[in-house]
Each structure stands twice: as C-alpha cells, then as structure tokens.
C-alpha cells in the first residue's frame, strides 16, 4: 500500500511536471507590438523597443489605435509617444492573470511632472480592446484600467510664455513652436502663482486647456499662426485661483464743467480712478489717459456722464479674442435711448496708441466689441454748448454711417436723435442733431472730418447761434 502510494504519487509529480510543459509560457513583454507615437515639435527620443512601428499622431491615441489595430499580432502592446524616452519604464512587464484583461497605464506623479493619469504609456489586451473599441470614445469608457503611479516617470516641460495682456496673441505666435505652451498673464503675482499640475491627455482630440476666471493661464496647442485662441475648435475650462490685476480707470475730461464734480465722485467711490484732464486734441488726449495707465486696459469714463450703481468697473477683457476695445452701454435720458454712445470704454493701450488717423470716431478706428452692460446714463443738460456738441457729433457719425452701411439699428438711432426730447436743453439737442443732418447733405471727406475737432465745433456754433 505504501509503495502504491508512493507510486501514485510518483504518478501524480510526474504528470502535473508533463501538463505544466505542455501549458504556454507567459511571453516576455518585450516581444509585445508596439506602437511609437511620433509627435511634431518637441524633443523626440528614440523607441526603447526594437520592434515599434511609428506612426504619426492623428487627433487622439484612440485614432492612432484604431488606425493599427488589425496590425497587431500580439496578445498585448504597447503604445507610447515619441517625446518620452521612457527609460523609467519596465517593459518586462507581463500582466498578473487577474490583470490580463486590463489596460495598464504609467503615468508620473512627480511634482514637475504635471498630473494626468490617463499616462502616456501604455500596455493594452489586443482581443478586449478590439471588443470594446466600438463603445470607445475616450481611455475611461474602457471597462477595466489599471492606474500606475510613478513618481520618477519623466514628461518633457512645457515651455512657459509670459505674455502681456494687450496682446496675448502676439507673443503666442512669435515663441518657437511647440507642441504645447503655457501662456501666463506677465501681470500675475510671480511670487504667488504656480502654473497647475496638469499635463494634456492625448486620448481625446486635441484642445486649448485655460484656467481660472479670467484665463490668465493656458495650456494652448501647436498651430500656425492665429487671430485668436478662438480660432481653437475645442477649449476645456478648469477652476482656478489666483489674484487677478484690475484695470486703471481714467476719467478724461476736455472743458466740460461739470467734470470736478464728477470725477471726484468716480474717485471717492474708485479710489484708483485717475484724471486726465484738459489735453488738447481728442486723439492727444486718448493718448495722454494711455500714458498715464499701469494696466494693458483702461476704463475710460467722460465728464457727461453718471456712473450707475451696478457698474463696479471689474469687467475683464476675454483673453480668448483677439485685442480690441470694450463698449459699454450708455442710456441717453434726453431721447430715451441706450446703446454705447458715450458709455464707459476699456480701451487696450496699445491700439489707442498705434491710432494715428482716426476717423470720424476714435474708437472705431480700431477692434471693438459691444459689452450689453449698462455702465452710466447720459444727461446732456450741463450747457447749450454741450448738448448741442453732443448730437452734432454723434449725428453726423450715424448718417454717415447709414450712407455706408445702413441698418435698421443705424436708422432707429438716429430717428431718435432727431426728435425732440425732454429735459434741460433738450431743444438744443435736437438742434445739434438737426444742423449735423443738414451739413452732411452739402459736406463730404474732409470736411465731416472737422467734428473731430472740439474747437472746430465750438467756433461754429458760436458762429451759427451768436
């Protein structure tokens, strides 16, 4: 019975050592397919793997994937991007038999590294990611990762880009190429701002990532030149906090006399509100407020008008658009009438300064935009001189335009303008009006170029109602 037993057993040994022979060996991870990403202006490294196939990076890894799938001939393979040299990666790597149905994904943890744990490299079952690639859109929808922090993995930096707020644009397009920046407002506390622990995925199409409120951070993508980040088909918006600069605001006033009365409002409620006051010149004088101010934008307030309540003056330019002025509405009290006209206007200094021949509006010379918040009602009721000067000015720049461009907006205005209001000096409101009607009927150019002129403007209606 003993030897039996011993026999059997015998038996048994020699028949579990015969099955294990004949079972497959796990195969060496090395000997897996692999797909090398090649990607466009970075730093590239050659592939760690002899047997990789590159191919160019398509709008997301999940395209390149599909792309060669039906290539691969290996239970697993390994994806990766040619801008990581990977030396921190084990690619002896074979995957427990609990774990053979996952895709494993290495991604860093290194504080420099920048955070997406969707990863770079990867090791994926070709049979389950060719079940379930049709429900693919994105790595998360497949049913099964497993997530592998590395703390020494290495991610090429992304160069970061000051830039300053009058013009992001520019300094996107004038730093070299490359496959991502960072676009940092120069304005930001240096001391106090740290760019966020992020890195794109490349699993999704690519995109344009901005943080925080005003955008002042960026993480933006390769492409030629632009207009605008707009010109981005797909943004991604991620909460942020940092301390955001506000912009100066200068009150600009010529001869109007209620302007000490109500600049030192605006500064009582503003503190930061400074005054430009009496330069010659409407072009000098928009050039004057653009010297006096510390930040890319300035409001500009005007002497005949009432800020509102609501209006804070914390509105920030969209660092998404390209440079321009913001218009703000202005409700005109003598003809009941709200649009820009007169309203508040932050204005980007470097376009006030780099208008040198306006036309017959200064800040419609150059970009501009309409912001539908209220910002101050206009009263007119100061002098004669005043609201007369007001409607002429603003007439004859409507009826030149309806001569232009007509539009229904352009001829409703200035149907208001020339009826006769209500309130202080309304009658010589519509008579400003009026007369400006009449001069464009017999002046053209040049000469609807002289209301540009505030001194031009006072000497005529001096001359016609002396």
Not at 343 to 367: A, C, M, Q
Request: aromatic share 16%; charged share 30%.
């Amino acid at each position: 019975m003993y030897v039996r037993g011993l026999e059997n057993s015998m038996a048994f040994r020699n028949f579990n050592t015969e099955a294990l022979t004949r079972m497959p060996k796990p195969k060496n991870s090395t000997s897996f397919d692999s797909i090398r990403v090649k990607f466009n202006n970075v730093k590239e490294w050659p592939s760690p793997l002899v047997n990789s196939r590159t191919v160019p990076f398509v709008q997301s890894y999940l395209e390149v994937i599909k792309n060669c799938i039906d290539e691969i001939k290996t239970e697993y393979f390994w994806i990766f991007p040619s801008f990581m040299h990977c030396k921190e990666i084990d690619f002896s790597y074979v995957p427990e038999q609990f774990e053979k149905e996952q895709i494993h994904t290495w991604y860093t943890t290194h504080p420099m590294g920048g955070l997406n744990k969707e990863g770079h490299v990867l090791l994926i079952p070709t049979k389950q990611f060719k079940e379930q690639i049709k429900d693919l859109k994105f790595l998360r929808d497949y049913k099964d990762i497993n997530y592998h922090a590395h703390k020494d993995l290495w991610n090429p930096p992304v160069t970061r880009v000051p830039f300053p707020l009058r013009d992001p644009i520019d300094s996107y397009n004038k730093t070299e190429k490359q496959f991502y920046k960072w676009m940092v407002n120069k304005d930001l506390p240096k001391d106090k701002t740290k760019l966020p622990n992020f890195y794109p995925s490349f699993w999704e199409d690519e995109k344009l990532y901005t943080f925080g409120k005003t955008k002042d951070i960026m993480l933006v993508p390769c492409k030629d030149k632009i207009e605008q980040f707009y010109d981005f088909d797909r943004t991604v918006h991620i909460e942020y906090e940092y301390d955001v600069t506000p912009m100066d605001i200068i009150f600009i006033s010529y001869d109007e006399p209620g302007a000490e009365q109500r600049y030192n409002k605006l500064k009582e409620r503003f503190p930061r509100a400074q005054w430009c006051k009496g330069v010659k010149g409407q072009t000098q004088a928009y050039w004057a407020a653009a010297g006096m101010s510390k930040t890319d934008y300035f409001f500009a307030v005007f002497p005949k008008i009432d800020i509102v309540d609501t209006f804070n003056f914390d509105f920030q330019p969209d660092r998404l658009k390209n440079p321009c002025h913001y218009i703000f509405d202005c409700h005109n009290t003598v003809i009941d009438l709200t649009y820009g006209h007169d309203g508040v206007i932050l204005y980007n200094t470097r376009l006030v300064i780099e208008t040198l021949d306006p036309g017959l509006d200064f800040t419609l010379s150059k970009s501009h935009t309409s912001v539908p918040v209220l910002s101050a009602k206009h009263t007119m009721e100061e002098t004669p001189l005043l609201a007369w000067r007001t409607a002429f000015r603003e007439t004859l720049k409507l009826k030149a335009q309806s001569v232009v461009k007509p539009t229904v907006e352009t001829n409703f205005r200035l149907k208001k303008w020339c009826t006769l209001g209500k309130g202080k000096n309304a009658e010589w409101v519509y008579k400003g009006a009026m007369d400006a009607i009449e001069f464009t009927k017999s002046r053209t150019g040049k000469d609807l170029k002289l209301s540009y002129d505030f001194d031009w403007l006072t000497k005529y209606f001096e001359e016609k109602y002396k």
